[in-house]
């Protein structure tokens, strides 16, 4: 399987760091073929520029490449923390730019934008690894975790991805190594339950 791994922190010693080496440590044990970006080394631009919203435009050169990953990925994992209730400028840049109209998801014809898109996107399932240093409770009784809509309704489900599981690691300013070694080992134990060893990657190791 070919999974997309996306990482925005800017931190290079971050937790979120961690676990998107561990991440891609087990997909690749795993024999998946991965595509890892972190986005804040690479500089991504967020930058969404007016003439790529024609949905039937070329992307831009820089685009190019990650807008046929996302395309032909069979799952993808993103990781990064949460800010404000939200992903990351630069996160929230590549969903704009990378997952456009023409690549993620379409409008029927006769429809001019108002109704319901179809997703493009082939792959089946979606892991989104978040950290945060609030806790549950007051995530969910006082903001309504916002996170949770955003990857799920707005973003994956809307492109046909129709498995998304997300997990959060809280509170990380607060935790021990044991405790961040285990939220590595969970998060492991997650992408190799929903991107198991298939046959096929079986006979290509």
Known sequence: MKISVILAHPDPGSFNHAIARAVVDELQSCGHVVTFHDLYRERFDPFLRAEELDSKARPL????????????????????????????????GWVDRVLRAGVAYQFVDGDDGEGVPVGLLRAKAAIIFNTSNTPKQREDCVFGDPLKAIWKKCIFELCGVRSVD???????????????????????????RRFPISSENSRAT
């Open 61 to 92: 050169p820089d685009l190019a490449e990650l807008c046929e990953e996302a395309a032909v990925a069979d799952g993808f994992v993103i990781v990064h923390p949460n800010w404000w209730g939200q992903p990351p400028a630069i996160l929230k």
């Open 166 to 192: 997300r997990r959060v690691f809280r509170v990380v300013v607060k935790s021990t190594p044991a405790e961040r070694d285990a939220w590595l080992a969970n998060a492991q134990e997650l992408v190799r």
